[in-house]
């Protein structure tokens, strides 16, 4: 991993990864609480952490439209 980040290329796609992936999971710890799964077992797992990005989208739409554009768009 070290040797790849001397590389132009390597740090280039290294620091991709700070505006794809990592915002999310960073907001999602911080602003939902969610630093670990609650729920035990396979099946309950994914069904928590669809939640957890069900409302990290919500939030992120409702940033962006606001609650008058959220109400537009239920009445659709």
């Known amino acids: 991993m070290a040797r790849t ?3 132009k290329k ?3 796609i290294y620091a991709r990864r ?3 992936v990592e915002p999310v999971f960073g907001q ?3 602003l939902q609480n969610a630093k670990h799964l609650l729920l035990r077992g396979l099946d309950q797992a994914r069904g ?3 939640l957890l990005a069900a409302c990290h989208n ?3 739409l409702h940033g962006v439209v606001g609650v008058s ?3 537009t768009l239920a009445t659709i």
């Open 5 to 7: 980040l001397t590389t």
């Open 69 to 71: 554009g959220l109400d």
């Open 18 to 20: 700070k505006a794809i």
């Open 10 to 12: 390597g740090h280039a």
């Open 28 to 30: 999602m710890s911080t």
């Open 48 to 50: 928590e952490w669809l």
């Open 58 to 60: 919500l939030r992120k």
